[in-house]
């Protein structure tokens, strides 16, 4: 998870520039061996990504993005279909909850970017997406948890997914999903 993560984030200008490629050249790292083309053979190297979204997201570090999230979460690779856009949810965060109406649903982002009744950095954020998607580019696998009632709870994403649930995408997204027990425990569950 840590490898995708990062790899999904050092092509966003968000944190890219501000986050990760600062910690890399300050501490003399090399982005092509740690992150574009990793070795998830070398402990020392999966220690330096660990340490890196620990930084700036505070994986394992019980803070930021990760308050609360469960040491014990299992990972697979799935395919979300287009029957299950529905069940994307954003993580549970102020500035979420707010574009989404209260929902926190990716659908109802979606539609309202659609209709231009959203009109933010982040809106921009999601139509330059639909525009990358639509001229063929490939795009970093979502990263979601298992919620309640069958629902999808981003982790990483948030954008990417409102840009493909905004064009109606008709192919599958691919998608990093978590479960833990204790996923409830988690700061933006």
């Known amino acids: 998870m840590v490898i995708a993560f990062l790899q ?8 890219s520039d501000k986050c990760i490629l600062p910690l890399l050249y300050h ?10 083309h990793p070795d998830l053979g070398s402990e020392s190297d999966n220690g330096v990504r660990r340490m890196l979204l620990q930084a700036y997201r505070g994986f394992g570090a019980n803070t ?6 469960p040491a014990d979460v299992v990972w697979r690779f799935v395919e979300i279909e287009p ?7 954003f993580a549970n965060e102020d500035s979420w909850k ?7 649903s990716v659908e109802r982002l979606a539609r309202r970017i659609a209709r231009l009744e959203e009109v933010s950095d982040t809106a921009d954020r999601v139509r330059a997406i639909q525009q990358d998607l639509t001229d063929g580019k490939s795009m970093a696998p979502l990263i979601l948890v298992e919620g309640e009632n069958g ?8 954008s990417r997914a409102t ?24 700061h933006y569950y």
């Open 8 to 15: 999904a984030e050092i092509s966003s200008s968000r944190y």
């Open 27 to 36: 501490n003399r790292l090399s982005r092509e061996v740690l992150i574009d």
């Open 151 to 158: 629902t999808l709870v981003l982790v990483e994403g948030h």
């Open 83 to 89: 029957k299950d856009h529905q069940l994307l949810l």
């Open 64 to 69: 930021l993005l990760f308050r609360g999230f």
């Open 163 to 186: 840009a493909y649930v905004g064009l109606n995408w008709q192919r599958n997204i691919s998608a990093l999903l978590g479960f833990s027990a204790t996923m409830h425990n988690w």
């Open 98 to 104: 707010r574009i989404s109406e209260g929902t926190r």
